[in-house]
């Protein structure tokens, strides 16, 4: 899968939004380490990328199949759909090597 790198800091822009601070606390349990507001942009990015594969792939751009199980909220490449936290699913490898989450009744003839 592609690695996002991320510029430095001093290449971003500062911006303002307000949180709730219960919100604020539970995304820094949630980050641990590596921080709070890198885990804002991951999840900000991911919300951008779902998007724009929304588009996505039709099952003739399928290489292989494998079995996974969700280990957070993800959307199927095909349908759009959401697959829960813990859900079964598959990974598709596609043209370009790169893996994408499918819902399991998204190959259904």
Do not use: F, H
């Amino acid at each position: 899968m592609p690695v996002r790198t991320q510029p430095s800091t001093t290449e971003m822009q500062v911006t303002s939004i307000r949180l709730e601070r219960s919100l604020i606390e539970k995304l820094k349990e949630r980050a641990g380490s590596s921080g709070y507001q890198s885990l804002m942009r991951d999840v900000l990015w991911d919300y951008i990328n779902a998007g724009e594969n929304s588009e996505q792939i039709s099952k003739e751009n399928i290489r292989t199949v494998m079995a996974a199980e969700a280990r957070r909220q993800e959307r199927c490449a095909l349908t759009g759909r959401l697959i829960k936290p813990y859900e079964e699913m598959w990974l598709a490898m596609i043209d370009g090597d790169q893996l994408v989450p499918l819902s399991i009744d998204s190959l259904d003839d």
